[in-house]
């Protein structure tokens, strides 16, 4: 762990070309994060997921919902990269979205359900790609410059793990567990 709140992990880091082998982890952290979520979250009271992470951050429910948010995002990112050549994405503000009502105020559950759900298709589909799939197919970020499907992997598992960790360095700071 780190001791950086914002980044208990670390920041990540970004391959733009992976091995199968290198693949695999990656693909998995992806495919635990909602196990990982949901038992982050377990049992913590209302007032308890109202409690932002850090200083300054995001609650552990916006942190929730920017979950279903952020990984939606990802998710249709891989499949216009898969179905049209290097389509330019659109950006999103995310610290905008953490602050509309579906992500301040309702249950957790319904973005646990979402995220469990998104996240089983998207590792039946990443685990499904083809060699050539992999590496040949790519996107246009607007910020970023040329992503390929590799380096969205890169990110996610990354993301997957990033604010899980949050969470629970919270619930340890806190005497939550």
Known sequence: MNDDLRFPIGQPELHQHLTP??????????????????AAVSGLSAAQLDTP?????????????????????????????LTEDAPTVKTYEEAR??????????????SLALVENLH??????????????????????????VVTLDENLSLYSWHSQHHVAHITALRKREGWD
């Open 21 to 38: 082998e290198q693949r695999v982890p990656l693909i998995e952290n992806v495919a635990q994060m909602p196990t990982r979520l949901s």
């Open 97 to 110: 979205w953490a602050e509309t009502a579906d992500a301040k105020t309702p249950l957790i559950e319904l």
């Open 120 to 145: 089983a298709r998207w590792v039946l589909l990443m685990r499904a790609l083809s060699e050539e799939e992999w590496g040949g197919r790519k996107l246009m970020h607007p910020e970023r410059g």
């Open 53 to 81: 992470y850090r200083p300054g951050g995001w609650t552990v429910r916006q942190v929730v919902h920017h979950f279903a948010d952020s990984h939606m995002n990802a998710f249709v990112r891989f499949k216009l990269a």
